[in-house]
């Protein structure tokens, strides 16, 4: 019995010690095997450290593919304090290098930490410095390649690219509002160290940076240049307060250009004022629209069908009573006897409060609303504003009276141009837009494509045919001569806005806006034009924003490879104001023949010859009488001919 007792005890013992025997089995295979990973990463991460890799930013380009916001490679400094020998000759020689204080630079050298930055002073290193500290070959010093941001047209769309910080992430425009796909992933160089810094011979591991993802906007490089040199060139010569412009693809919302000024360079946007780099004036500017409004009103008194254009007529006197307030005409002593058609050319204001007084407040502002104004138009920028107009249950006929020709509401650019845009291409209403994808880092191939967005339709094809039909007369026979260009349909409208200032309007002080479009028939591009206050100039928008956006629309004629039309409507010229004419083709003539074939216009020759191998402005060119055509002669002129 005693031995059977001690049997099942031994029993019991072997089960036990079989048991605990399996129970280390399984903790060693737990964690050589299924925790080994875990473990192992673990461990390295106690002894092993990592350099940081900065990522490329995603690239920017225009819609052709030009490089708007770029990257380049710079070089930084980063300390690995332990493993400095000796603390007081390094702070010393990299203090020397970098003209900062000794005390400051041991103070990085010194620093428990297992990796230091040297900040500001050791960012963005030029190749001279970093020479100089590579040279010296201190250990624990490195030098690492970063990215900076670069952008190769410097103040070309300053506002709305925005600018990065050192650390290169986005702090406005659209670096800030697509930063998340912008910025990249950080890489490393991984090497080992011991428990008090000093590097282990081991292989070091590098871990590629993934950039960001790059982004493709709707503007056209060759339209946003030719903006960009017209506010420019209206600046120097107007010194104005401000001066903005957008130019848009009306058939689809996306925007071809914009800018504004003052502008800054977001490569050193920290020499400007936060009123300079903070203030994107096409979307973020409110004020009094003026007569570029009354293409609103016009397109709602037609889709009403409370006018006729050519067999409607009114009397301008000069002004209008309504409701105890006099309201004058811009001409003193107005226009007379006019057909609507003539109201709209002449931009005459006590025509515009009749169409206003017919419609009555709740049409025209159903109208105007249905148009996106008082709301945001969402295009994809921040600092949008909603603009201000009237509330229509609190208005009476003087109220109204002022809307109808552009007073009294207040307005932004950007939804000016998304109305207008709606008025002249049938009468639909586009989201406007700027970023139209974004594309893959490696291939640039599509990973997001916007579309074009549908807001709502506010009027008819029929009603917006009528409207182009108008403001192409404009253009050809009112306030927008300045904007005609032969053998091509133009249509637009001035505006003169008095600016306010504590409620009241100032003397002497005025937006001046113009907004125009071609082909009239059919438009493809539409630009808006405001310049606020210009110095020593008849403030009138046809005399200083018409010829602007003139230009602009030259230029997109070829970036766009718009097709000329000679079915539009004649210019109606005014004594004496200048006339357009074709230059000729002189090229191979004699110089005496060439004079009489550019009898409309001054000619002035260089070269020795007798015969003109060269001209300025080149045959076909549309320019006004009496400019310079200019000549190259030679002494002759061989032409081979088989």
């Known amino acids: 019995m005693f031995f059977k007792k001690i049997h099942i005890r031994l029993k019991i013992v072997l089960i036990m010690l079989l048991f605990f025997f399996l129970l280390i089995i399984g903790k060693v295979f737990y964690i050589q095997v299924i925790q080994y990973k875990k473990l192992n990463n673990y461990a390295n991460s106690l002894w092993s450290r990592n350099l940081p890799i900065e990522a490329n930013r995603g690239k920017i380009y225009d819609t052709n593919g030009v490089v708007l916001a770029d990257n380049v490679t710079t070089t930084s400094l980063v300390l690995i304090p332990n493993q400095i020998v000796d603390k007081e000759k390094t702070a010393s020689l990299i203090a020397s290098i970098l003209n900062v ?150 058939n689809s919302g996306a925007i071809l250009a914009i800018s504004s000024r003052p502008n800054f360079s977001p490569s050193s946007y920290e020499n400007y004022t936060e009123e300079v780099i903070n203030r994107n004036l096409p979307i973020w500017a409110t004020y009094e629209p003026g007569s570029t409004f009354k293409i609103i009103t016009l397109a709602t008194a037609l889709e009403e069908n409370v006018v006729d254009l050519d067999n409607d007529h009114f009397y301008d006197g000069g002004s209008v009573n309504v409701s105890g307030a006099t309201l004058h005409c811009w001409k003193h002593g107005g226009h007379g006897e006019q057909t609507y058609l003539q109201v709209v050319e002449n931009s005459c204001n006590p025509g515009f409060v009749n169409l206003g007084l017919k419609l009555g407040k709740e049409t025209l502002f159903k109208y105007i609303k249905s148009f996106g104004f008082g709301s945001k138009t969402n295009v994809d920028l921040n600092g949008e504003a909603n603009g201000i107009l009237f509330d229509v249950n609190k208005i009476g006929d003087l109220e109204l009276a002022t809307t109808a020709f552009g007073q009294g509401v207040s307005v932004t650019p950007i939804q000016q141009i998304a109305a207008v845009s709606a008025a002249i291409n049938g009468g639909i209403l586009y989201q406007p837009y700027i970023v139209k994808s974004l594309n893959e880092p490696e291939t640039n191939s599509v990973i997001t494509l916007n579309e074009p967005k549908i807001v709502r339709k506010v009027i008819s094809e029929e009603t917006s045919k009528k409207v182009r039909y108008a403001l192409e007369s404009v253009v050809a026979n009112g306030t927008g001569r300045n904007a005609y260009i032969g053998n091509y349909r133009v249509g637009g409208k001035t505006g003169t806005a008095q600016k306010v200032k504590d409620g009241k309007y100032m003397v002497g002080n005025y937006i001046l806006s113009f907004i125009g479009f071609l082909p009239a028939d059919k438009p493809e591009v539409v630009v808006y034009i405001a310049i606020d206050n210009p110095k020593g100039v008849t403030q009138y928008g046809g005399t200083v924003s018409a010829p602007i956006a003139r230009n602009i629309l030259l230029s997109s004629i070829d970036a766009l490879n718009i097709e000329a039309k000679n079915d539009g409507m004649e210019k109606e010229y005014l004594y004496g104001a200048k006339k357009y004419a074709t230059v000729s083709d002189v090229v191979g003539l004699t110089a005496t023949e060439a004079t009489k074939k550019l009898k409309e216009f001054k000619v002035e020759f260089s070269g020795s010859g007798n015969i003109v191998s060269y001209q300025s402005p080149s045959a076909g060119s549309m320019i006004y009488e009496g400019e310079t055509i200019k000549l190259l002669l030679k002494e002759w002129l061989y032409v081979n001919t088989y």
């Open 101 to 250: 204080s000794y005390e400051d630079m041991y103070k990085h050298v010194s620093k428990k930490t297992s990796i230091e930055r040297v900040h500001p002073e050791g960012r963005r290193l030029s190749y001279e410095i970093a020479d100089k500290i590579s040279d010296l070959k201190l250990p624990g010093v490195y030098l690492l390649k970063e990215s900076k941001r670069y952008y190769p047209y410097d103040t070309y769309l300053a506002h709305t690219m925005g600018f990065v910080g050192i650390d290169n992430q986005g702090l406005s425009g659209l670096e800030l509002m697509y930063d998340k796909y912008l910025t990249g992933s950080y890489g490393a160089i991984k090497y080992y160290s011991d428990a008090k810094g000093s590097r282990l011979n081991l292989s070091e591991i590098y871990e590629q940076p993934q950039d960001g993802i790059n982004m493709t906007l709707t503007i056209n490089f060759d339209i946003q240049s030719a903006l960009e040199r017209e506010l420019d060139n209206a600046l120097s010569k107007y010194n104005p307060d401000q001066a903005l412009g957008i130019v848009m693809d009306p």
